[in-house]
């Protein structure tokens, strides 16, 4: 049974855009996504951007205006914008959430989906 659902990625040319949506299915109140990493070949997984419970944002500092990240409380979803995207931006990018219970988080960060591939080529 799937608990949440990540979507979007795919091949775009360099300078191109993307967005990835993560979202908890309907009535899923233990898993609240907070944000984005990726791996790329042969690289550790990095953080892209997380909101944190207070709204404050975290990111790669690298990636400041380029990558956006957004939340909707209403739709327990996280979603991650991406412009001018190079080949360095290829990778896996996972889709990472906060487990919940009781509306408490009592596991920050435990949950990650399956990843979403993203390559940036001609």
């Known amino acids: 049974q799937v608990q949440v659902y990540e979507s979007g990625g795919g091949l775009v040319q360099p300078g191109g855009s993307l967005s990835l949506s993560c979202a908890a299915a309907?009535?899923?109140?233990?898993?609240?996504?907070m944000g984005w990493y990726r791996q790329g070949s042969g690289k550790q997984r990095e953080l892209v951007a997380r909101i944190l419970n207070d709204g404050t944002i975290e990111r790669a500092e690298s990636l400041k205006g380029r990558f956006t990240i957004s939340r909707d409380d209403a739709k327990n979803a996280v979603y991650l914008q991406m412009t001018d995207l190079t080949p360095d931006d290829t990778g896996v990018y996972y889709c990472?959430?906060?487990?919940?219970?009781?509306?408490?988080?009592?596991?920050?960060?435990?949950?990650w989906g399956r990843g979403l591939q993203v390559t940036v080529a001609q």
């Open positions: 990472n959430a906060d487990l919940l219970r009781a509306g408490r988080v009592i596991l920050p960060g435990a949950w």
């Open positions: 309907a009535g899923v109140s233990d898993i609240k996504p």
